[in-house]
T-cell receptor
Framework: DAGVIQSPRHEVTEMGQEVTLRCKPISGHDYLFWYRQTMMRGLELLIYFNNNVPIDDSGMPEDRFSAKMPNASFSTLKIQPSEPRDSAVYFCASSLRATSGGSSSYNEQFFGPGTRLTVL | AQTVTQSQPEMSVQEAETVTLSCTYDTSESDYYLFWYKQPPSRQMILVIR??????QNATENRFSVNFQKAAKSFSLKISDSQLGDAAMYFC??????????FGPGTRLSVLP
């Protein structure tokens, strides 16, 4: 398996523009997570999905942020309009459901390489 | 809500020496998983080691081992024979079954030659 795939790897845009980040989870994983990482705030969970359904979006900072998962193999995180303070590294991660006593691979979270977003 | 605390923002260790990174967490659950992830300058998050709360035996992966104290809700990571490639941010994380992951703020480890 190729692992979690994110695109683009780097994005530079101007304030006010729409930004769309993309993620392809590992095939068969039923959990998908979006994180944002900055020096000031560390690693923040923005939203996570289970079986394509958003479970907890309390970490989404503002209405300018939205995330979708139209099918099991694709998710997007959209920022519209973007602002300089949105500059960060955005990670997508996927996992299987953690179960008691199950295979250890059922609880590990696999991260993508991240998208470095710069909003000028 | 579960929280994960890493009280050491930065640590340093001499090459070939041993270092211990601290992690404490808060939960009312009895069954859960704990993890240590490493993030080198490449930004890629890499799983270092995992521990299942129902197992009393501490997990070990080559030079990496944990000291899991369930009653104290403590989960420290010991790196033996430190190597230059161990320099990275280290994140402690908690996961209850079927729930999302909760990450600590991270500890930046420097390895001195």
């Amino acid at each position: 398996d190729a692992g979690v795939i994110q695109s683009p790897r780097h994005e530079v845009t101007e304030m006010g523009q729409e930004v769309t980040l993309r993620c392809k989870p590992i095939s068969g994983h039923d959990y998908l997570f979006w994180y944002r990482q900055t020096m000031m705030r560390g690693l923040e969970l923005l939203i996570y999905f289970n079986n394509n359904v958003p479970i907890d979006d309390s970490g989404m900072p503002e209405d300018r942020f939205s995330a979708k998962m139209p099918n099991a193999s694709f998710s997007t995180l959209k920022i519209q309009p973007s602002e300089p303070r949105d500059s960060a590294v955005y990670f997508c991660a996927s996992s299987l459901r953690a179960t008691s006593g199950g295979s250890s691979s059922y609880n590990e979270q696999f991260f993508g390489p991240g998208t470095r977003l710069t909003v000028l | 809500a579960q929280t994960v605390t890493q009280s050491q923002p930065e640590m340093s260790v001499q090459e070939a020496e041993t270092v211990t990174l601290s992690c404490t967490y808060d939960t009312s659950e009895s069954d859960y998983y704990l993890f240590w992830y490493k993030q080198p300058p490449s930004r890629q998050m890499i799983l270092v080691i995992r521990q299942e709360a129902y197992k009393q035996q501490n997990a070990t992966e080559n030079r990496f081992s944990v000291n899991f104290q369930k009653a104290a809700k403590s989960f420290s990571l010991k790196i033996s024979d430190s190597q230059l490639g161990d320099a990275a941010m280290y994140f402690c994380a908690y996961r209850r079954y079927g729930q999302n992951f909760v990450f600590g703020p991270g500890t930046r480890l420097s390895v001195l030659p």
